[in-house]
């Protein structure tokens, strides 16, 4: 089956860092990107940045520069993201989402992660 | 980065009524536009690609057009499952961006 599975929700406070994982399955890992978007309460969906499955590359959303980092393991065939610094408005659901190299359109999405900011 | 503008913002509908919503870039995205369903606590789900290609298993009640800064979402006999909330997301250029949402309900 095609799916991405993500882990599970997180409490963390203020400052701290979380890390989300998005497990691939059901096609070659390595021929997509996997890209980061997330959906805080009552805002619109907001793209975080993608990295390569296959060589690692990434980009991120100036935004978030230098408090997100996208790793990715292609022997379990697994991406992370690692958001650091929090804040109460990092706040939201986390998704991973699988895209093509050659257009920015997500065609798989995972279940999404709670991520919640709270002292 | 690329505003995506969508209206209206909510609307409500009956069950087999034609519903048209529409999504506004800030510059032009030549056909770069993507529309995008979201159920209750679900992730969002492709349903059009390139403004107007339909992806395999959404029903042909789903239209998409528009080219430049103007597109449109048309679904034509309302269903049931319809009822949801729909996002326009550019793919044109980084950050990608997505529009506000529209939240079709029942009427």
């Known amino acids: 089956q095609v799916q991405l599975v993500q882990s599970g929700g997180e409490v963390k406070k203020p400052g701290a860092a979380v890390k989300v994982s998005c497990k691939a399955s059901g096609y070659f890992f390595t021929t997509y990107a996997i890209h980061w978007v997330r959906q805080a309460a009552g805002q619109r969906l907001e793209w975080l940045g993608w990295i390569n499955g296959g060589n690692g590359n990434t980009k991120y959303s100036q935004k978030f520069q230098g408090r997100v980092t996208f790793t990715r393991d292609t022997s379990a065939s697994t991406a992370y993201m690692d958001l650091s610094i929090l804040r109460s408005e990092d706040t939201a659901i986390y998704f991973c989402?699988?895209?093509?190299?050659?257009?920015?359109?997500?065609?798989?999405w995972g279940q999404g992660s709670l991520v919640t900011v709270s002292s | 980065d690329i505003q995506m503008t969508q209206s209206p913002s909510s609307l409500s509908a009956s069950m087999g009524d034609r519903v048209t919503i529409t999504c506004r870039a800030s510059?032009?995205?030549?056909?770069?536009l993507n529309w995008y369903q979201q159920k209750a606590g679900k992730a969002p789900n492709l349903l059009i690609s390139g403004a107007s290609t339909l992806q395999t298993g959404v029903p042909s009640r789903f239209s998409g057009s528009g080219s430049g800064t103007d597109f449109t979402l048309t679904i034509i006999s309302l269903q049931p499952e319809d009822f949801a909330v729909y996002y326009c997301q550019q793919s044109y250029s980084l950050p990608l961006t997505f529009g506000g949402g529209t939240k079709v309900e029942i009427k």
């Open positions: 510059q032009s995205i030549d056909n770069y």
């Open positions: 989402a699988r895209g093509r190299y050659s257009n920015w359109t997500f065609d798989l």
